[in-house]
């Protein structure tokens, strides 16, 4: 059983917030960079994800960006839990 071996953008999207998080052990971390390195798909929703949440998390810098605006991009992106982080 070897299935790990080659992630498919499936399980990379669904890994890709806990990539972001630093939630991802390392072996996970380098099967998601190697899929990354190989698949411009990929890359691009990280950096769009990635810069997402840039924009979120640094209030100073961030644009007047609407709540809906906000929440609608968050749901495209599977972002969900980082609008509202309900324990459980
Ligand atoms: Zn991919």
Redesign the pocket.
């Given at each position: 059983m070897n299935e790990h071996a080659h992630m498919?953008?499936d399980e990379?999207?669904g890994s890709l917030s806990a990539y972001i998080d630093g939630d991802l052990s390392p072996e996970l971390c380098q099967e998601l960079e190697k899929?990354?390195a190989g698949?411009d798909?990929?890359r691009v929703v990280l950096n769009t994800t990635k810069r997402t949440i840039d924009l979120v998390q640094t209030p100073l810098e961030k644009p007047d960006l609407p709540d809906d605006v906000r929440e609608r991009l968050f749901k495209r992106l599977n972002l969900d839990r980082y609008l509202t982080q309900k324990p459980g």
């Open positions: 498919n953008c990379l999207l899929h990354l698949c798909n990929c």
